[in-house]
């Protein structure tokens, strides 16, 4: 099953610039997202019933910014805590590709800040997509399960990195190190966005 963009207007997403959120380096310009046309911005609008998913806006400035899809969630969660936040972006070094990350939360929920952070999930989301217009369904991907304690996974990022053919993906854990209980940043690197190697602290 894949979930589909049904606004016509959504076809040309292929063409976005893709500078608002996660920025991949690129060895050379991607043909398959040429020309560009606007910058695309996934984001989160808050802990209302809906606000906790991914929302999609689009700029040709970088200040004013229309919502796509009705102002609709054009992605929603349906694994882990059913609820998504702090979305990234990043595209393959062939332009072929798109991947977005999430932090895997739901605060509308009602569980809070402090279960949230100290005994929350330690995974993230990942949707993929050949054209910003057709997803995969989600994945979770524990990234932060064996840091020891670990009460979270938020905020990831990720970067290709041209010399070794992968990507670094980072992200904040709540975890006790040396007797402080605080977020760090850990990262760990991917080829494909299921396959990760063991969480390292950045």
């Known amino acids: 099953m894949t979930h589909v963009l049904r606004r016509p207007a959504l076809i040309g997403l292929a063409g976005v610039l893709l500078l608002a959120l996660g920025l991949t380096v690129l060895e050379r310009p991607a043909k398959a997202a040429d020309p560009y046309t606007a910058y695309l911005m996934a984001h989160f609008t808050g802990e209302s019933a809906n606000g906790e998913q991914i929302y999609f806006a689009t700029s040709t400035d970088g200040l004013h910014w229309t919502d796509l899809n009705s102002s609709l969630p054009v992605l929603t969660s349906s694994i882990g805590e059913l609820g998504v936040r702090d979305p990234a972006i990043v595209r393959s070094p062939s332009g072929d590709r798109f991947y977005l990350i999430a932090t895997d939360l ?15 999930s330690t995974s993230l ?42 990507y670094v993906v980072y992200w904040a854990t709540i975890s006790p190190r040396n007797g402080v209980d605080k977020a760090r940043i850990y990262y760990s690197r991917t080829r494909d966005f299921r396959t990760f190697t063991a969480a390292q602290l950045y």
């Open 106 to 120: 739901r605060i509308a929920a009602g569980k809070g800040w402090d279960v949230a952070q100290h005994d929350g």
């Open 125 to 166: 989301v990942v949707w993929e997509s050949p054209d910003l217009v057709t997803w995969s369904v989600p994945r979770l991907v524990n990234v932060a399960g064996a840091i020891p304690d670990a009460g979270c996974a938020w905020a990831p990022e990720a970067i290709y990195d041209p010399a070794t053919g992968d």
